[in-house]
């Protein structure tokens, strides 16, 4: 593998102007809004929550939607569900791509109206805003909030510009902001995770270092779901080693013999956040 040395995960300083700018955005619109929905990865339920978001947003009542679920492990997304409600939060898992739990977020959304309309004489929709990391699917709900293309969707963090005030199906006010990290990530997993799917540009750490540490995960917990992707039998319990067998499998190979350790980590990089590997949750709920 290469010999470039890049910052690692755990160390990263990641707070650009437009992140720090957001920061103010919502905290200096959150008065004019009635309530927060926070879009976070369902792949990833803890490390992409921004616990800045939570400590701006907490006097707010909000709505935790649980994106991607449609990648996720099914049988994580009720695991998560169920904890994440017993800690005391509003939790719908939802997968925006296809619509599914879209109406159960716009039931959650009636019923802040109606509690609204019993503590005020002055009548008016709902006013929302939506929070959440790059790339966690705020945009494609945005697009099933508002039952038209409004946001623009990208798979690589950064697409959404500046505010915009938008109106949904059900007429309420929905007011979208930029994805927001954090200033340092001070867990080396949590900048991992967020680096494996995709809410971290890849060009400020090693690829090839992030899909060998991206292996090590999918063995521990996903190893059938790796073997069968990549057609190999027996697959090492040793990263490297599997890395070295997808590559010989996918015909990865230099002259020589040599393993192109960078075309392998880009396909099983890829393949992981497009679900191709299977529908994976990276956080177990039992954890």
Not at 177 to 193: M, S
Request: net charge positive.
């Amino acid at each position: 593998m290469g010999n470039e040395k890049k910052e690692q995960p755990g160390s990263i300083n990641w707070y650009p102007g437009h992140m720090k700018k957001t920061r103010e955005l919502i905290a200096s619109n959150l008065k004019m809004v009635d309530a927060v929905i926070e879009v976070a990865d369902a792949r990833i339920p803890l490390s992409s929550r921004n616990p800045i978001l939570a400590e701006l947003t907490e006097r707010k009542p909000r709505i935790l939607v649980l994106s991607k679920t449609d990648l996720a492990d099914p049988a994580q997304n009720k695991a998560w569900t169920a904890r994440m409600e017993k800690e005391g939060m509003k939790v719908i898992a939802a997968d925006c791509r296809t619509g599914k739990g879209v109406d159960k977020i716009f039931k959650a959304l009636q019923g802040l109206q109606e509690k609204r309309d019993a503590q005020t004489t002055r009548k008016r929709p709902v006013r929302l805003m939506v929070v959440g990391i790059p790339n966690a699917g705020k945009s494609s709900l945005i697009n099933r909030l508002t039952g038209k293309k409004s946001a623009q969707v990208g798979n690589r963090p950064g697409v959404t510009r500046g505010k915009q005030w938008l109106t949904l199906k059900n007429g309420m006010q929905l007011l979208d902001t930029p994805g927001i990290l954090w200033p340092k990530f001070e867990d080396r997993q949590t900048g991992l995770n967020l680096a494996f799917c995709g809410s971290i540009k890849d060009e400020i750490m090693d690829v090839e270092t992030l899909a060998l540490e991206l292996i090590k995960v999918l063995l521990k917990d996903y190893s059938g779901l790796l073997a069968a992707r990549y057609k190999v039998d027996d697959i090492s319990d040793d990263g490297l080693e599997a890395m070295e067998q997808i590559a010989r499998k996918r015909g990865f190979i230099f002259s020589g013999n040599r393993i192109d350790y960078e075309r392998t980590a880009n396909t099983v990089l890829d393949e992981f956040r497009a679900g191709t590997i299977g529908r994976i949750t990276l956080e177990r709920a039992d954890s």
